[in-house]
């Protein structure tokens, strides 16, 4: 039995279905996270969750009970928002014990409570601060320390990081994914960031204009993509447009390429996806000839756009600490037949 | 552009801001302030000695002290129904849907876009013996006799409360549309209740609004003019037309102008302790 249900959840803005026939079972202590673009309905899900917004139909079931119907105040799940949230006019130590006080804990030890949720955030010094004299990271924390306070069934996350800069949002990804598995709470991760998706989470849920186009953990997510838009919005990949002319092989630009076709008929349209570090680059007269049209140099890898018979392609190849290949060189391109995924149709 | 340090530049660039306020606003004030310190005499007009006689008189005489009494009084009770209206107003106001907010954003506005004097004699005729209000309530049973509030207080209130709601309204608006509309789902999902979230977590943050609305409606007026001289008329005097009598008809300026320099002083007084206590109190919290 799931701790978390969703069951057919759907919501209409008049003429437009934000969030389709949406179902899903979250285990208890499980990190979800929904993933995708901008106005795919991931939010509006989170906000059914939490209760701000009412479902056209389908029901949402929290430990056996039906909670469709339960206002947000006495769901008591713990929710951070994207903008944080805070209550200006309290500081950060008043911020977290609110939602004590409005559970009835006396006033010494929610302080208490209060207190100690900000050390697990390592905001302990920071207590009596107001949120306009706290940095963005801080303020995070405040929200974070003020949703689980309450002790929450459930954590909901509301793009969290996104206002974080590059270098922070990295390491409260580790910080959040710790404190989430020390505390066993349930939590659901709205993102539009495949980063953050892969890296926190057991399970994701790929969601495209409110449908669910996929739901797989993070590895299998990557390297086994149900469809070429999971397979382009989750990761880097080269999308092929070509077509299937025997059995196993695949023709890209009058090219031949050798791919497990058994899903697909002799003469069907179909996509093939292969990501850029799949590729084995070298200067060995082996594989297909490509010549480099721009060299970027990532730091821990090369990230080459290269020009083929197949088409443009993008390479990435680990920093060996030896230079790379610069622009206009000739190279060769290898990769092994279980790198390619095959899509049906055409997709893009 | 030069990036060189032009140090003169903003002063050059307020000068005739400046200018314009010193010779039309300064130097009437300074007029005043000299006029106010010259003895009256009956016969001779204004003398032409230095004395804070005038000033000895307003604040000794019990007249002036009711008047003053009166003026404050007034203020703070138009601010406080001011506050009473404008808040949930303002509030109802910023959570219609944008197309209604404009409608009732007008009409909330309405009464400052008539004159002073069509509005007051408006409500005059509303309030008087003859008028509207004494029809209905007449009509209703409440009496057999006339009702009139002109030459009261309450007609004074009245008048001043519907010319003066709006910046009230408009104050708290705009604080209320700095709030992170999250911060009240925010509340919500820990448990408070819908009443709670508004006691504690908006309202409060309305506070500047509310606060600054209330010093430009307690100085507005205390210092008003048109309304009280045609509601109150010469029965209820409030400062501003205790002045305006000993200039045009005592035609004691000395002592009008007196009268007027303290009211200025006393409004002053007020509003700057009432921001200082305001600053104290909010100035960790918000920007």
Same mark, same amino acid.
């Given at each position: ?17 934000? =969030? ?15 993933? #995708?673009?901008? #106005? ?92 306009? *004299? $706290? ?5 995070? /924390? =405040? ?21 974080? *800069? ?99 008929? =002799? ?13 084995? $680059? ?44 610069? /622009? ?21 | ?49 230095? &004395? ?11 007249? @002036?002290?009711?008047?003053?009494? !009166? ?55 509303? +309030? ?22 002109? +030459? ?14 709006? @910046? ?27 009443? &709670? ?20 409606? +307690? ?5 008003? @003019? ?53 600053? !104290? !109190? @909010? ?5």
């Amino acid at each position: 039995m799931s701790f978390l249900k969703f069951d057919s959840l759907r919501k209409e803005f008049g003429d437009f279905v934000a =969030v389709h026939d949406m179902s899903l079972s979250v285990e208890r202590g499980e990190f979800i996270s929904l993933l #995708g673009p901008s #106005g795919c309905g991931k939010t509006t899900t989170l906000q059914m969750v939490a209760g701000l917004l009412s479902p056209t139909s389908g029901k949402v079931i929290l430990d056996g009970k039906d909670i469709t119907n339960t206002p947000p105040n006495k769901r008591g799940l713990g929710i951070v928002f994207q903008s944080y949230a805070l209550f200006p006019h309290m500081s950060a130590l008043d911020n977290v014990a609110f939602g004590l006080e409005m559970r009835g804990v006396g006033k010494a030890e929610r302080l208490e409570r209060a207190h100690n949720a900000l050390n697990q955030v390592k905001l302990g010094q920071f207590v009596d601060r107001f949120p306009k *004299d $706290m940095s963005g990271g801080q303020r995070q /924390r =405040v929200a974070l320390a003020r949703a689980l306070v309450i002790e929450p069934p459930v954590l909901l996350l509301d793009e969290p990081l996104s206002n974080l *800069d590059a270098k922070l949002r990295e390491d409260m990804r580790i910080e959040l994914r710790l404190l989430q598995q020390d505390l066993g709470v349930t939590t659901i991760l709205v993102t539009h960031d495949q980063e953050e998706a892969l890296s926190m989470s057991d399970r994701i849920v790929v969601m495209q204009q409110g449908d669910v186009s996929q739901v797989a953990a993070p590895l299998d997510l990557y390297e086994r993509p149900l469809n070429s838009f999971v397979s382009d919005f989750v990761g880097k990949t080269n999308i092929l447009q070509g077509k299937v002319t025997d059995k196993n092989v695949v023709s890209v630009n009058q090219i031949a390429v050798s791919v497990n076709t058994e899903a697909h008929v =002799v003469g069907a349209d179909v996509a093939l996806s292969i990501r850029p570090e799949k590729f084995t $680059m070298s200067s060995d007269n082996a594989g297909l000839p490509v010549r480099v049209k721009a060299s970027i140099f990532m730091g821990a890898s090369w990230l080459y756009s290269v020009e083929s018979d197949m088409g443009e392609l993008l390479v990435t190849q680990p920093n060996t600490g030896s230079a790379g290949f610069a /622009r206009g060189d000739s190279a060769y391109l290898a990769w092994e037949e279980g790198a390619l995924t095959v899509f049906g149709g055409v997709q893009a | 552009m030069s990036t060189e340090k032009t140090p003169n530049t903003p002063y050059l660039l307020t000068a005739p801001g400046v200018l314009f306020f010193a010779a039309l606003l300064g130097a009437p004030m300074i007029m005043t302030l000299l006029l106010s310190l010259h003895s009256y005499d009956f016969n001779l007009g204004v003398q032409s000695d230095w &004395t804070f006689g005038n000033y000895a008189e307003v604040i000794g005489d019990p007249y @002036f002290q009711k008047i003053f009494g !009166r003026t404050f009084g007034l203020a703070l009770w138009v601010t406080v129904i001011c506050v009473a209206i404008g808040v949930p107003e303002a509030y109802v106001l910023s959570r219609l849907n944008p197309r209604w907010r404009s409608i009732f954003l007008l009409i909330v506005l309405g009464p400052l876009l008539i004159s002073v004097v069509v509005r007051t004699l408006g409500w005059a005729l509303f +309030f008087g013996g003859s008028g509207i209000l004494s029809m209905v309530s007449q009509a209703l049973g409440f009496g057999d006799e006339p009702v009139s509030l002109m +030459f009261t207080f309450t007609g004074m209130t009245i008048a001043l409360v519907h010319v003066l709601v709006p @910046f009230m309204v408009i104050s708290v608006w705009a604080s209320l549309q700095k709030i992170d509309p999250q911060s009240e789902d925010a509340a919500y999902s820990l448990g408070a209740s819908k009443m &709670t979230v508004l006691r504690r977590i908006t309202l409060p943050q309305a506070m500047p609004g509310i606060l600054s609305g209330s010093i430009i409606v +307690f100085a507005l007026t205390a210092s008003a @003019f048109a309304t009280p001289a045609i509601i109150g008329g010469r029965r209820l005097k409030v400062v501003a037309t205790a002045a305006y009598d000993e200039y045009l008809s005592t035609l004691n300026w000395p002592l009008g102008a007196a009268i007027a320099v303290l009211l200025l002083i006393a409004n002053i007084a007020i509003i700057v302790s009432y921001n200082k206590l305001v600053e !104290r !109190r @909010f100035a960790k919290v918000f920007e």
